[in-house]
């Protein structure tokens, strides 16, 4: 902390509220124990049906959840629904998204019963809530829980416009920013590459990125480390300062939850294979990917072809992975069907990659883990952090589908090949080597008062402490 830091001891109170999608609640839950560290006293708002998740989360902590009730009728949403995870399809999430906006008004009776609130952090999806914050006259930062990477070079194209000018989506196209990346508009979410400002998705995409510029700043859960370029890039207009402060997943859990527990069957498993030496890949596609049936019995055929020792997290049932297909592999894979601590598996000693969907969680869980990826991204911004994984960081491989687009379907032969290739092959000894000195980085970058992520959360801290009174001269002014 500089000289002028401000007095920790006085207990500034952050509120912070996370999108609904697992994906964006994780990373602001790690955040909410990261300010702890730093002495602040945290409010969580959340829908019902999300309390659950993150008052487990967060049993071990002083953090007060608050409740908001989630909007009533919904198009096409079924009742009950408050995360993108148990959306039917993931076609409704603009739908989604945009109806949060109908949460505002009582989101802002909420905060009026909440002790005075010195700044907020709020998910980029949940733009209206800047509007909110000026009322209220606190702060607010957006959390897109996005790679410097992805937003550069989205932002970057986009601008240009140079997603408009190929004729087919895979021609390369060049972003003179950066003219080392090879780009095809295949890389990118369908709504950068092909707006229809008629559109709700395009018009909230809009909303956020436009409340976003509006706000204090912008939180990013990277390291600038890992993304030098880019993250000057994204700071580099001056309009609205984004800090990194990640990668979030490296703020632990207290080892005193961990201790008490029994062990889940499947770190049993991977403890089982490590005494034998033996070594493992995992398999998880996050929160919210949609495979069909025909492309899951591909993946198990891959896998049971290839030899290797597997743990398949898949929230789907034994039928869709073909017939016998868990019997036949018992002895050397596993398939679990529960929500597991991904970061937990991802440092046991004897996994050795990761066949990943390249959501940014689960690259940096596995860059910190040094565990490298085999890269098979789906949809929004995974294409772009597949890139930037084994293009720019060097930290994986990637399936190869049989039409050679990005896009493109996997058959099983081709996911065996480079399953073999990431698990046991000299390109994957190298990205291995390279995850390992990238996990070194990121430690060094959470480090207490001198990592950089440590540093850059001091100076916005230092910022927001010295524009803001503290929480309790805030309440006695009230009183
Ligand atoms: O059984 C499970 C499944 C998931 N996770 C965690 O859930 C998160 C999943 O996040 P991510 O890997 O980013 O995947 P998605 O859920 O698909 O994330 C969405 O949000 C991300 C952040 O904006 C985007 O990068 C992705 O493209 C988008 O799909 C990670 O923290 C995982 O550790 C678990 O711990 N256990």
Not at 155 to 167: D, H, I, T
Not at 178 to 189: S, V, Y
């Amino acid at each position: 902390m500089g000289s002028n830091s401000c007095d920790y001891e006085s207990q500034y109170h952050a509120l912070l509220f996370p999108f609904m999608a697992k994906g964006h609640l994780i990373p602001l839950l790690q955040l909410a124990r990261l300010l702890l560290r730093r002495r602040f006293v945290i409010t969580v708002i959340t829908t019902p049906a999300n309390i659950p998740f993150v008052a487990k989360s967060l049993e071990d902590t002083t953090v007060s959840i608050v409740e908001l009730p989630f909007p009533q009728s919904i198009p096409g949403i079924p009742s009950g629904v408050e995360s993108t995870d148990k959306l039917p399809s993931m076609s409704l999430f603009p739908e989604f998204a945009r109806s949060t906006k109908a949460m505002q008004p009582e989101f802002e009776r909420v905060v009026a019963t909440l002790e005075p609130v010195n700044f907020m952090v709020s998910d980029g999806f949940l733009w209206w809530t800047l509007e909110s914050a000026n009322k209220f006259g606190f702060p607010r930062l957006a959390f897109f829980g996005m790679s410097n990477y992805a937003s550069s070079v989205s932002k970057a194209a986009s601008q240009e416009g140079l997603l408009f000018g190929p004729e087919s989506d895979n021609e390369p196209i060049t972003v003179p920013e950066f003219p080392w990346i090879k780009i095809t508009r295949n890389d990118f979410d369908p709504v950068f590459a092909d707006p229809n400002p008629e559109s709700i998705h395009f018009e909230f995409v809009m909303d956020s990125a436009v409340a976003a510029v509006q706000s204090f700043g912008t939180l990013v859960n990277s390291f600038y480390e890992l993304e030098p370029t880019f993250a000057d890039y994204i700071n580099r207009d001056g309009d609205s300062k984004s800090w990194n402060v990640g990668p979030l997943c490296l703020v632990e859990t207290p080892p005193r939850l961990d201790q008490s527990r029994k062990k889940p069957a499947w770190i049993q498993w991977l403890d089982q294979k490590l005494e034998q030496g033996s070594s493992v890949l995992y398999i998880a596609f996050g929160s919210q990917a949609e495979l069909s049936t025909e492309q899951l019995r591909d993946i198990a055929t891959g896998l049971e072809e290839s030899e290797v020792n597997f743990v398949w997290v898949i929230r789907k049932d034994a039928s869709e992975l073909g017939d016998g297909f868990e019997e036949r592999v018992k002895e050397r894979g596993i398939v679990v069907r529960d929500w597991v601590d991904q970061r937990e598996i991802l440092k046991h000693q004897c996994v050795h990659g990761f066949l990943s969907h390249c959501g940014w969680n689960s690259v940096l869980d596995s860059i910190c883990a040094g565990v490298p990826i085999l890269a098979w991204p789906m949809m929004a911004d995974q294409r772009l952090n597949a890139r930037m994984v084994v293009e720019e960081i060097k930290v994986g491989l990637r399936v190869e589908t049989c039409n050679g687009s990005v896009k493109g379907y996997v058959k099983s032969e081709g996911l065996k090949k480079m399953v073999r290739e990431l698990m046991e092959g000299e390109m994957g000894k190298e990205v291995r080597k390279k995850a390992k000195e990238v996990a070194e980085m990121a430690k060094k970058a959470m480090e207490e008062e001198t990592g950089s992520s440590w540093l850059s959360l001091s100076k916005l801290i230092d910022q927001i402490c010295n524009e803001k009174k503290p929480r309790k001269e805030l309440m006695a002014r009230r009183n």
